[in-house]
């Protein structure tokens, strides 16, 4: 059995390999994109999408600078290292994310497979502990812990430069008026002009939608401030309203924004087809309606196999909260399990060097052409 699984291994290894580490990347999520921006007509998810928009003020430019700044200030919608993104779709980047850590950015920047390669059988020879040149389920677990932490590491580096950019007269406070307007002038309007309207209470003069972001803003900022609820962000709070993952409470109400954004019948659950509910809209081709079909298997198997965890048929708030905690001991076994089954080829459980450089768009997002010269070098 074993011997005839590895002949075919053997066979179709290198084409398979790469085909279906490549359909898994970007075939099955090609999708989601597309619904975050066809699916939700809710406003505070068009919202975050704004910064693609010209500047919404009155004779102001959308330029980089402003973009950025915007980014700086306004909750991500992806987060290294969180399974969903913010609008409920699937990370496509998590596995590379938690595989890689911060390393992440050298091989997005990095395109020459040989550096990558090196970098990889480095990495290969860190997660294998005990050197036995296997990874093992839980080697793979503790160092997409360690991985998850530096990205959580990351993130606060980060917030204090954001944070700094709300707070510039430094008193470590930051109230919802001034972050408002920061907001809004990263949204191209006039400073004077309205921060005048804010302190005499007078109309902002701005249209619904951004009406409804703010609305969410001002939700998400509320749920962010601790006791005593002062309305009031300190650094600390202000890094649980930008990322969720940081904080008990924040992931909660992420996971509550996904399921009040999916859940059609309003049951408080998600059922398989709630959560992999195509959006409204026509498929054009066959090769459309193929992705669209891909997109929601993938959705299912997700649901039955990973988040619904007693197997009812519905997720509870509980489970996807579970499935969502970055920090979670018992997720990283069952992902390290889940990346180990996609490229053991030989079928011990565990992965060795070849495997993994065979699988390395899966583990990296970036494909390695030359291992088949040099995979031998190691051993
Ligand atoms: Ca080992
Ligand atoms: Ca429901
Ligand atoms: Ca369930
Ligand atoms: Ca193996």
Redesign the pocket.
Known sequence: MISRKMRVCTAVGLAYGSLFALFLLIDVYARPHLVSQVRHPDPSKEGFELKKQPAQGPGEAANEVEQDKDQDIVPPEHINGLKLERDGGLNKDFHPEVFLGKQKEEFDEDSEPRRNREKLVEIFGKVDVNADHKVTAVELQHWIMNKTREHFQQAMEENKDHFKAVDPDGDGRVSWDEYRIKFLVSKGMDEKEITKRIKHNEDLKIDEEMEEVLDNLQDRWMQADDSPQDQLLSEHEFLAFQHPEHSRGMLGYMVHEIIRDLDQDKDQKLSASEFASLPVGTVENQKEQDIDDEWVRERRREFTDVIDTDHDGLVTRQELEAYMDPMNEHNALSEARQMIAVA???E?E???LE?ILRYSEYFTGSKLMDYARNVHEEF
């Open positions: 053991d080829e030989d011990d565990s992965l060795n495997e």
